[in-house]
């Protein structure tokens, strides 16, 4: 498994999938999730619409797929982050449960390649250095029980601001990832 840690902006990756830190109405909104609904053009609001229409509303933690339409991402994985509470309210195992099921929904299609924003660090205010924390360690975990058993092949980590860049280098390098 390769692991990956850009700078940059997470509609311009070029890999099977990218992971959108989506709201639970799925109608997009600000932040990545805005920047990622422009990119990809109105139909993926049409097929987020759909989905709705099928489930309710996708609940913190829930993670469900949709194609990338003008992305350069075949697939776009919405995922709802958990909204930053002071740390009593199962924030930590909800901002865990994005990642796993991420994952997981990107090896039931059979992907290669995922792209991971920093979810829940923006309006959400889950603190970073936590999010960090959280995201290597459900990611390394997930890779530790699914290895020899997964299309996965590259995961990245896309930070669009310094500060998250600068916690996941340190973090993925302590963890020998990088
Ligand atoms: P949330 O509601 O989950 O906090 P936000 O979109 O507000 O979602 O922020 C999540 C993270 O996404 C923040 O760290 C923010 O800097 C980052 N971000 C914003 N735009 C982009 C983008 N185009 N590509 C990658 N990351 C982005």
């Known amino acids: ?31 990545v999730d805005g920047a990622i609904h422009r990119k990809a053009g109105p139909e993926l609001l049409e097929a987020c619409k759909k989905i709705i229409e099928r489930i309710g509303s996708c609940e913190t933690g829930e993670a469900v797929i949709t194609k990338g339409y003008d992305l350069p991402a075949s697939y776009v994985i919405h995922t709802v982050g958990p909204v930053w509470q002071g740390g009593e309210s199962r924030e930590a195992n909800q901002l865990a449960s994005c990642y796993f099921k ?28 936590l999010a960090v924390d959280v995201a290597v360690y459900t990611v390394k975990e997930w890779i530790k029980a699914e290895l020899g058993n997964t299309t996965l092949q590259e995961i990245r980590f896309v930070c669009f601001d310094d500060e998250n860049y600068v916690l996941y280098e340190r973090k993925l390098k302590e963890n020998n990832l990088v």
Do not use: C, W
Request: aromatic share 6%; hydrophobic share 45%; glycine share 12%.
């Open 1 to 31: 498994m390769e692991i990956k840690l850009i700078k940059g902006d997470i509609t311009e990756q070029a890999v099977d999938a990218i992971v959108n830190a989506a709201n639970p109405t799925l109608l997009g909104g600000g932040g």
């Open 102 to 129: 991420s994952l997981d929904l990107a090896g039931s299609k059979l992907l290669a390649s995922i792209a991971f924003p920093n979810i829940s660090t923006g309006v959400y205010r889950f603190p970073k250095e």
